[in-house]
Nanobody, 126 residues
Framework: QVQLVESGGGLVQAGESLRLSCTCS????????MGWFRQAPGKERDFVSG????????DYADSVEGRFTISRDNAKNTLYLQMNSLKPEDTAVYYC???????????????????WGQGTQVTVSS
């Protein structure tokens, strides 16, 4: 049974940092592209960042480019999202997701991901 568990969310002030983690159990983590998405109240789930299964290809939404860094440790089956210079508009529930499709690169489309975590709340106050 595949399980993704996010951690590291919390309440911070604008300009501060957080690091999210996502641990995958029961999945072929090393062969999965991974992604981070976020969903604010009343809005759709949006792509934040993606990383290939090798870790060599990364992708970022324009809104987080230069502030967020995605990484992975395949030995630990863990995905990370380092979030710096946080803004109030970054407030959302953050989800990690796994894509086992074997696509060439990680997708920005939520529908391409097979498994999802339960999410972790990130709140940034101004």
């Amino acid at each position: 049974q595949v399980q993704l568990v996010e951690s590291g969310g919390g309440l911070v002030q604008a300009g501060e940092s957080l690091r999210l983690s996502c641990t995958c159990s029961g999945c072929t983590f090393r062969r999965s592209h991974m992604g981070w998405f976020r969903q604010a109240p009343g809005k759709e789930r949006d792509f934040v960042s993606g990383i290939s299964w090798t870790g060599t290809t990364t992708d970022y939404a324009d809104s987080v480019e230069g502030r967020f860094t995605i990484s992975r440790d395949n030995a630990k089956n863990t995905l990370y999202l380092q979030m710096n210079s946080l803004k109030p508009e970054d407030t959302a529930v953050y989800y990690c997701a796994a894509d086992r499709s074997g696509a060439i690169s990680p997708s920005r489309a939520p529908g391409h991901y097979d498994f999802w975590g339960q999410g972790t709340q990130v709140t940034v106050s101004s």
